[in-house]
């Protein structure tokens, strides 16, 4: 039986078993207008969501637990088909006959049933009002010249719930774009280099986006902490460090 691990403290932990599940997850609360979303930080560019009884996963990757005995999903959000991001063994496992699959078109191929977002493109998803805005590498390239993630081809989503506006950012760089994307209560900056940023390109992005909390995810090795000291003349953007790596 898969199950769901709902909590009502602030910041607490879900244990969730599974080959990485070694240690916790952490899980926070965040209070809106239409009751409390619930983040579950799974790790790498991975999270879970709980809204008003739905269960909604990122980016599901099967190297970070076993997706048998994580909740079942009302709604997957793919930002890119890289395998740490497009697993379809993960999306099998937590996939039920209702369940709403939205990926970027190069993902959206991949997986029989997926709605497709294009950069630009707004749907209400059960009830959920959700954005697909750029996300791409301008500086970081393979040794061919290529960006790790072109323009045009990968999404990062701006997901409200409530009176919040959620940014997941997904695999991207410090772009023009997040000056556009008005407002951003929570956000999640990747910073995994050399796919996407350094801490300097992550604070300089939370300085464009001006998100009530920040959250550095995707991270690897990255001393995310730098992000803290880069952003420390900026007391309206609370960074909160969660295991994400």
Known sequence: ???????????????????????????????????DLEITF???GTLMLGFGGKVIHVDPYGKLTDYEKMPDADLILITHEHGDHLDLGAIAAIRKSSTVIVANPAAASKIQGAEVMENGQKKTVMGLPIEAVPAYNVVNKRDNGEPFHPSGRDNGYVVT??????????????????KSLGQVDIAFIPANLPYTMTPEMAADAARMILPRILYPYHYGDTEVARITELLSDMPEIEVRIRSMK
């Open 42 to 44: 799974i790790g790498h």
């Open 161 to 178: 719930f409530g009176d919040k506006r959620l940014y997941i950012a997904g695999d991207t760089e410090n772009i023009e774009e997040m």
């Open 1 to 35: 039986m898969k199950f769901v691990a709902l909590f009502s403290a602030f910041i607490t932990f879900a244990v969730i078993a599974g080959p990485a599940a070694a240690k916790p997850f952490q899980v926070d609360q965040i209070p809106t207008s239409s009751g």
